[in-house]
């Protein structure tokens, strides 16, 4: 389902989504003329079950335009919303808002140090011992470079893992985490020049990881999120060619991401569909956000064990 009807901004991207009780879901995006436009902001919306919240401002900055909103329950059960503000990636300026009540209502926004944005795009992940990791990157001129933030007091402060980009020509950036099945952490990147995805590896927590390197799926350097679900499967919403972004497609894998089946296309029709979001919900269904065609955000549910949308 389509989160709008008819919007306040002509153009919209890169998505995030929470959910904040059973059923019930929170989305945000980035929305204006266009894409580094100065009047785009972070817009939010809810979901009862029934229906989507008309959508309201939840970030902006005057003269400036807004970035990669990302959604994310914290250890301690604080709903955080990480934005980004500045006129391209090269300048961004991390910003965080924190919610006790859902996304009803927020703190003020506070600056991050320079250089630390929290997620870059991706939602982060929660270890076992309340460490966060938020997978970041740095675009700067003909480098893009991924990193790993490690967060041990709910995201107060962070320190930065090592850079792991790949071979030179590589680039990789917004790194997607999920948790292997012997505990290591997998990041899943979009590459600028490969026309695939990379993977990396970390065995310490998320403090060191492996040099990126290709693995065997298709990528036009567009959004990648995943999952990893209870038994040890974890999933991707990616889109599946070298140049396009469409198809926007979902696959699974049972080696920690080294491979990947396809196994559903959400979006085959011609025109944008891409920077996903994807969650685990609480009845163990996949909830994903997308981009579609530019003009809006789409909502969907997917349940792992029939292979069909609810």
Known sequence: MLIFDKAPFPQCHASTVVETAAGQFLAAWFGGKAEKAKDVQIWASRFDGTAWSAPEVVGTEPGQPTWNPVLFRAPSGTLKLWYKAGPDPVNWTG??????????????????????????????IALADGTILAGTSVEAYRVWTPFVDRSTD????????????????????????????????????????????????????????????????ANPSS???????????AWMIY??????????????????????QHVYDLETEAGEF????????????????????????????????????V
């Open 239 to 260: 889109n599946p060619t070298p140049f396009l972004r469409t198809p926007l497609s979902l696959a699974k894998s049972a080696d920690d991401g080294l491979t990947w």
């Open 223 to 233: 959004g990648i999120d995943a999952v990893m679900l209870p038994g040890g499967v």
């Open 274 to 309: 891409s920077y996903p979001a994807l969650i685990l919900t609480k009845a163990g269904l996949l909830a994903m956000t997308y981009t579609w065609r530019r003009t809006h955000i789409k909502f969907e549910r997917f349940d792992p064990a029939t292979g069909k949308l």
């Open 154 to 217: 709910d995201g107060v402060t962070w320190t930065r893992s090592n850079a792991f980009p790949g071979k030179a020509g590589h680039n990789q950036i917004q790194p997607a985490l999920f948790v292997g099945r012997q505990g290591r952490v997998v990041a899943l990147m979009r590459s600028r020049l490969l026309g695939k995805v990379c993977r990396s590896t970390s065995a310490d927590g998320g403090k060191t990881f492996t040099p990126a390197e290709p693995i065997d799926v």
């Open 95 to 124: 910003f965080v808002r924190a919610s006790d009540d859902h996304g009803k209502t927020w703190t003020k926004p506070e600056l991050l140090p320079a250089g630390f944005f929290g997620p870059v795009r991706a939602k982060p």
